[in-house]
């Protein structure tokens, strides 16, 4: 049967129940929550959208007195941008019935054995590759007291860091990447099981900051909080009181916006603003943060239409590809060498990030960027799905690319090289994940009742 949060019928299922019989014939219950806050059409207005109608809102002047740069939302490239994310919008709203709801799936000893593996080998290969990355930070140079330096603030020290003691190495700190898979799949083994997680994640939290605070690399805490966040959503059987209406949904969304500014004001005070902008007087901390966040989504926008008009349509596709659209000979194109220097001469290259709305438009054509987006919604669609219906492998995909989804406005996360290393981590995680569905004794059924399998397991009808 589907699970309905809030139904009773007899006693209530709980959220995890564990079933054993012994040997391989044990199972365990999970719930899955598809609700419509963290949904693909929730995601896409919880930050995009706002932050893409923000940037629409700011008028020339106040572009160039903020930002350093004059605003090119006014032209044609611009509305297509609006009307490719009002298609994507509607397209997310009219599939809603297919994959917002719950459901309870029953997994078998085996797969619930594959997901404790799963988390023993991909923590393995995480902590290796950050344990790497430090050590050779050791061997350059790096010393409790360089650290303290770049928390008190000190001038130039963060360049270092960043530029010289912590230079990631291609091959071997590339795989840290995969802590955004290891996190919901810690949160799906503390549901399927009865071992903690919580010192393992807050581990994985603690390398994800300091990597975020002394490499500037926010989007390491952001994509990973992403997902976690996600994955213990998702393993729920009914949503959060936060989310129980729409009034309260909306203004979660704007506390999430809240903790967003707090978590930049956070990261920016020893990497910008106490070394250099508190001293020309540019108002207070809050006021530079939220102008800084502003402008990192304002500016996307705007660089997107920039890239889109800096040359005609090349049918790119290697710029959609992950990993590829970083190789010398994708991101050296004539397209993007003539963008660099439209940013030169018209613009600032200080704020070069490119809106993921505009990539696919500037490289295929608005016509077939458009196509390709709708593809692309159309598979957030069946994953979704997947997860509606209890399918754990789409679940872990799903929470890796609902990061691309809230990051869509400000770059294309989905052609970078960190998605290539979660790609490869998720295709093993597919492949090896045990479909065929062993002996298992029903679980919040009726009397009588007989499970269904599915190909992720058992789902009592």
Not at 321 to 328: D, H, Q, V
Request: glycine content about 8%.
């Amino acid at each position: 049967m589907r699970y309905r949060p809030g139904r009773r019928a007899g006693v209530a299922a709980p959220l995890s129940s564990i079933e054993a019989t012994g040997g391989e014939h044990s199972s365990t219950s999970i719930s899955m929550l598809m609700h419509w806050a963290w949904s693909p059409l929730g995601l896409l207005l919880m930050i995009p959208v706002p932050a893409l109608v923000g940037s629409l809102a700011i008028p020339d002047q106040d572009f160039r007195q903020m930002w350093g740069q004059p605003s090119f939302l006014t032209s044609d490239f611009a509305l297509a941008i609006v009307l490719v994310t009002l298609v994507i919008a509607l397209v997310f709203a009219l599939a809603a019935p297919l994959y917002v709801g719950s459901t309870r799936v029953t997994l078998t000893s085996a797969q619930v054995s594959w997901i404790n593996h799963a988390v023993i080998i991909i923590a393995t290969i995480t902590f290796a590759a950050y344990g790497a990355w430090i050590l050779l930070g050791v061997a350059r140079g790096l010393t409790p007291s360089v650290l303290i330096s770049a928390l008190n603030g000190e001038f130039g020290v963060m360049s270092t860091i960043k530029n010289r003691l912590l230079a990631p190495v291609s091959g071997i700190t590339t795989w840290m990447h995969l802590g955004v898979l290891l996190g919901p799949l810690i949160i799906l083994r503390r549901r399927t099981s009865a071992r903690s997680g919580y010192p393992l994640l807050t581990a994985l939290f603690a390398l994800a900051v300091f990597r975020a605070f002394f490499f500037s690399e926010r989007l390491a805490i952001v994509e990973l909080v992403a997902s976690t966040l996600i994955a213990s959503l998702i393993l729920r059987d009914r949503a959060p009181r936060l989310v129980a209406t729409v009034p309260r949904t909306i203004a979660t969304f704007v506390l999430a916006w809240g903790a967003l500014l707090i978590f930049f004001a956070i990261l920016e005070y020893n990497r910008s603003w106490a070394n250099y902008y508190a001293a020309r007087g540019d108002g207070d901390i809050v006021s530079f943060s939220w102008n800084r966040l502003l402008g990192y989504y304002a500016t996307a926008v705007n660089n997107g239409v920039l890239f889109g008009e800096a040359a005609p349509p090349d049918l790119n596709f290697a710029s959609l590809i992950p990993g590829i659209s970083e190789l010398p000979l994708v991101s050296g194109s004539s397209r993007f060498r003539q963008y660099e220097q439209l940013l030169e001469q018209s613009s600032n290259p200080e704020f070069n990030n490119i809106s993921g709305l505009a990539v696919p438009l500037a490289s295929l054509g608005v016509w077939g960027g458009a196509v390709f987006l709708c593809v692309l919604a159309v598979t957030v669609v069946v994953i979704a799905g997947q997860v509606r219906r209890g399918g754990i492998p789409g679940m872990l995909i799903y929470c890796v690319i609902a990061v691309g989804i809230l990051e869509l406005t400000r770059i294309y996360y989905f052609s970078s090289t960190r998605f290539l290393v979660i790609v490869l981590g998720l295709g093993v995680l597919w492949l090896t994940y045990p479909r065929r569905a062993t002996r298992s004794r029903r679980v919040g059924t009726r009397v009588g009742a007989r499970p269904r399998p599915t190909r992720d397991g058992l789902r009592a009808r």
